[in-house]
C-alpha cells in the first residue's frame, strides 16, 4: 500500500483535500506534494493531520514558527518554504481553519545579529533577576566562568580579600585547562553581589556557593 493511500485512509482531513482536489481535475503530482508537505508539517508538530485540526492552537504562531525554522535551522530555500505554506493553507482552509493573511514569506527575509547587550540593557536585565541569577550572572560576565563551573565553587576558592576579588578554579573543574587550575577574577560589582550572598547562604550548612 503506498504510503499516500495510508496517509489518506487514517485521516479524513487528507482524504478531505485529496478528493476535493481530484473533483477539481488536479494532478496525482499535485495531490501527492500537497500530502507530503501536510505530513512533514505535522511530522514537525509531533502530531497527526487530524489531531493538528483538533487541538485549539494559534495558527499564526504555527506556521510563522514553521517558517522561521524552514528558513533559519534547515536553511530550504525562500521559494521552497512559500511553497510548503501554500500547500498547508490549502489543507487548513479545505478543512475550515480560517487564515486571513497569516504566515506570509516575504520576497526578502532579514535578519539581526546577535549582539552583546549594552551596560544599560544589562541593568535592566539583572534588576529583574533574583539574587542567585543576579549573583551567577556578575561572576560570569566578569570571570569567565561557565554557570557549572560556578555552581561548583567553594567558599575557600574565592577569595574576596584583595581589592580586585580572584576566583582559583579547582583542576577538577578546569576543563581543557592546566591541570591545577587556574586563576580568573572578578569586579567590585560581583564582589559586593557575593558577600550579599555570602550573609544569606553561610549558616545555613551549604557547602557549595553560586
Not at 54 to 76: G, M, P, Q, R
Not at 79 to 95: A, E
Amino acid at each position: 500500500m503506498r504510503w499516500e493511500i495510508k496517509a489518506i485512509n487514517e485521516n479524513c482531513s487528507l482524504n478531505k483535500v485529496a478528493r476535493l482536489k481530484y473533483l477539481h481535475g488536479e494532478s496525482y503530482n499535485t495531490v501527492h506534494s500537497l500530502l507530503e508537505l501536510v505530513l512533514q508539517f505535522c511530522k514537525r508538530l509531533r502530531i497527526t493531520p487530524d489531531r493538528a485540526l483538533a487541538s485549539n492552537w494559534k495558527w499564526f504562531d504555527i506556521l510563522n514558527n514553521y517558517i522561521e525554522y524552514c528558513l533559519v535551522e534547515k536553511k530550504i530555500a525562500r521559494t521552497s518554504v512559500r511553497n510548503k505554506i501554500v500547500n498547508i493553507r490549502q489543507w487548513l482552509r479545505i478543512n475550515g481553519v480560517e487564515l486571513g493573511g497569516l504566515a506570509y514569506v516575504p520576497h526578502s527575509w532579514t535578519f539581526e545579529k546577535d549582539r552583546i547587550p549594552t551596560r544599560e540593557e544589562l541593568v535592566k536585565i539583572l534588576g529583574l533577576a533574583n539574587l542567585r541569577n543576579r549573583l551567577m550572572a556578575l561572576i560570569s560576565l566578569s570571570s569567565g566562568c561557565r554557570s557549572g563551573t560556578i555552581c561548583q565553587l567553594r567558599l575557600r576558592d574565592i577569595n574576596l580579600n584583595e581589592a580586585c576579588p580572584s576566583i582559583l578554579v579547582p583542576p577538577y573543574l578546569a576543563k581543557n585547562r592546566p591541570s591545577n587550575g587556574y586563576i580568573t577574577f572578578m569586579t567590585p560589582e560581583a564582589k559586593k553581589m557575593t558577600f550579599r550572598a555570602f550573609k544569606r547562604t553561610t549558616g545555613k550548612g551549604r557547602k557549595n556557593h553560586s
